[in-house]
């Protein structure tokens, strides 16, 4: 499976379906890079996360799964689902070379740094999620500790460890993850986190990723999310609508890679179909599966490297082990079973606590609410009076002159108030845009209110937009790098050259 060796050193992901050209990203630096790859429910992600780690291999760069989910042992199985695939270790679940114990986190990592095997983490037979957080956490710290040359993390379920809401439960793994994302690079660390819904994990982990790879999404609150980071990233308000608009419609396996800073792309990329089997749950087919998983080192050696915790084997889940009298067999299994079910009640309770936590505000949240609601009155108040004393400056010049088209008024420099809207009408029909229409609608209907132009703040509040919105921000700048409209001090006006 080394077919790619002595290729150029590139990550072959799939096909642009804007340009027809393959989509292949430089291997350089890839490793220590951060990905985030969000969609709905069977849009595609496990499989193109897949198509990149199997990358990532070919290019020497080993990958770590932590895979809540039980999936990611594929990787070790050929497309057609019998002969061996990519040779990775696997730690934990139904097809693990050994068990997986909590505190087994810190020992992975070390193994994981020395010997650069790619490893899948099964997570899937460890019922608690304290257990999962834990092995996260402590690898993460001790990776951090440890690592010096590249490898690629890439976490399933990503809100279970770097959730927008950061409980009590969560503050360990969160904290691990955070440091890993924001300065893991330094120590050779990259990070591809999973999302169904990207509002869900931590808006500052989110923010880090130098590539987004969107999927098919169709809830407003995930657009949305998928929208303010193209904004954060200083997207063009037009591409940003251009590509929010396809979401909904994606089919499985496109996405939108997103990487204006690193790679400079905006693409739809169709990913190529993995060269490892895709484990499909809803197969009949996979009932008959006999796998020959392909293992990056024996599991003898695995055993013994890990002998600690093996001979603990406290929270793993039962294996027959040779030598023991069938009566001891039952009974261990016996405990292990009820030490499960102590353990998934346990975290039925801390979910409960937490989502108790969630509707509680604290009295403190209370005071900053009440402040922030006065702020807002106060500034509404002054941009009132803003608007009132424009409102009296226009009237007077009306009684001044008697009529709008007087020679005065025209004199004055404003323009009649069908060339605004003409203008208005042209502008707006050529940029086709919302936000752009919204804005310069509104410059329209108050070009008598403000002779002088409108600030930032009046257009925002007569349009109804945050004046902080990264959108409106971002179309203001636009109209006026195009020219449509041009700023006097901290006034806005429809440009005068194109009024008359
Ligand atoms: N690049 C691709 N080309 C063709 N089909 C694909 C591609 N990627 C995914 N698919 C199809 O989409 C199905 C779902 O993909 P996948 O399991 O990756 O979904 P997912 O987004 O991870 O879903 P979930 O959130 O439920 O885990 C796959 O079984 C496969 O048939
Ligand atoms: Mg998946």
Redesign the pocket.
């Known amino acids: 499976m080394d077919k790619h060796q002595n290729e150029p050193r590139s990550l072959t992901l799939?096909k642009s379906e804007l340009t027809g050209q393959t989509f292949q990203i430089p291997a350089a630096r890839s490793g220590t890079k951060k990905w985030g790859i969000v969609?709905?429910?069977?849009?595609?992600?496990?499989?193109?996360?897949?198509?990149l780690a199997e990358q990532y291999i070919h290019n020497s760069i080993p990958i770590v799964v932590f895979d809540p989910?039980g999936?990611w042992w594929d990787l070790g199985i050929a497309a057609d689902g019998h002969s061996k695939g990519l040779p990775i270790a696997i730690i934990g679940g139904q097809h693990g070379q050994i068990d997986l114990t909590p505190d087994m986190g810190s020992a992975i990592a070390r193994y994981v740094s020395e010997h650069r095997v790619p490893t899948v983490i099964d997570l899937s037979q460890m019922r608690s999620k304290s257990h999962w957080r834990q092995v996260v956490a402590d690898f993460g710290n001790e990776l951090f500790e440890i690592n010096r040359t590249p490898v690629q993390i890439i976490i399933?379920e990503a809100p279970e460890f770097v959730p927008q809401r950061v409980m009590e439960s969560v503050a360990g793994v969160y904290g691990a993850m955070d440091k890993l994302i924001r300065i893991g690079r330094n120590k050779g660390i990259g990070i591809t986190l999973?999302a169904?819904r990207p509002q869900m994990i931590n808006k500052d982990s989110l923010s880090q990723v130098n590539a987004l790879l969107v999927?098919r999404l169709s809830d407003p609150g995930s657009i949305d999310a998928a929208q303010v980071w193209l904004e954060a990233q200083g997207a063009d308000s037009d591409l940003i609508d251009t590509f929010i608009a396809q979401l909904p419609t994606l089919a499985?396996?496109?996405g939108l890679v997103l990487s204006p800073a690193w790679l400079k792309t905006f693409d739809r990329v169709?990913?190529?179909?993995?060269e490892t089997f895709?484990y499909?749950p809803e197969s009949d087919e996979d009932e008959t599966l006999t796998p020959d998983i392909a293992q990056a080192v024996d599991t003898a050696q695995l055993e013994k490297m890990f002998s600690k915790f093996m001979e603990k084997g406290r929270g793993a889940p039962s294996r027959p082990r040779a030598g023991g009298d069938a009566a001891d067999t039952k009974r261990v299994a016996e405990l292990e079973q009820r030490l499960r079910s102590a353990e998934s009640r346990a975290d039925e309770l801390q979910t409960a606590l937490e989502a108790a936590q969630e509707s509680i505000i604290t009295e403190d949240e209370v005071t900053q609410r009440i402040h922030l609601a006065v702020q807002d009155r106060e500034a509404r108040i002054v941009r009132l009076e803003t608007m009132v004393n424009g409102f009296i400056e226009q009237a007077k010049q009306i009684l001044d002159t008697n009529t709008l088209a007087s020679p005065a008024i025209l004199a004055s420099g404003i323009a009649a108030p069908q060339a605004v809207a003409a203008y208005v009408a042209k502008q707006s029909e050529y940029f086709k845009n919302s936000t752009t229409t919204k804005i310069l609608e509104t410059m329209r209907d108050n070009y008598l209110r403000f002779p002088n132009g409108m600030t930032r703040e009046e257009i925002a509040l007569e349009a109804h937009y945050d004046p902080l919105g990264g959108r409106f921000n971002t179309t203001l700048r636009l109209l006026k790098k195009r020219k449509v409209i041009v700023q006097d001090g901290d006034r806005y006006l429809l440009n005068p050259a194109h009024l008359k």
């Open positions: 799939g969609g709905i429910s069977g849009s595609g992600k496990t499989h193109n996360a897949a198509v989910v999936r399933e999973i169904q999927m499985d396996g496109t169709h990913f190529n179909l993995r895709h499909d």
